[in-house]
Nanobody, 123 residues
Framework: VQLQASGGGLVQAGGSLRLSCAISGRTSTTYGMGWFRQAPGKEREFAAAINWNGGRTDYADSVKGRFTISRDNAKNTVYLEMNSLKPEDTAVYYC?????????????????WGQGTQVTVSS
């Protein structure tokens, strides 16, 4: 499975961005998907997750109410809509996939990782 994240960029505080994660390879297998982020000098942290059919989602408290994760299985793509962005949201954002039906928020639960896309929020 290969994951390609895109959609990052530079935005002012209060602005919005939509990240996309294209899934290729063994897409016939069921995957839960997640978005994680890593700011400079900090550890990678969980942002949002969605289960295989989009029926369940989970968010970190820091992004709850501002970010929305969704997926289009017909297009093999997962999205992260980010609104009301803050400078502290600045990070490299990674999409990840985990085999199975369940949702997860821990790094070690994920089997595949994309290359990351940079999001920079200016104040």
């Amino acid at each position: 499975v290969q994951l390609q994240a895109s959609g990052g960029g530079l935005v002012q505080a209060g602005g919005s961005l939509r990240l996309s994660c294209a899934i290729s390879g063994r897409t016939s297998t069921t995957y839960g998907m997640g978005w994680f982020r890593q700011a400079p000098g900090k550890e990678r942290e969980f942002a949002a997750a969605i289960n295989w059919n989009g029926g369940r989602t989970d968010y970190a408290d820091s992004v709850k109410g501002r970010f929305t994760i969704s997926r289009d299985n017909a297009k093999n793509t997962v999205y992260l809509e980010m609104n009301s962005l803050k400078p502290e949201d600045t990070a490299v954002y990674y999409c990840a996939a985990r085999r199975g039906l369940r949702i997860g928020n821990a790094i070690e639960e994920y089997d595949y990782w994309g290359q990351g896309t940079q999001v920079t929020v200016s104040s």
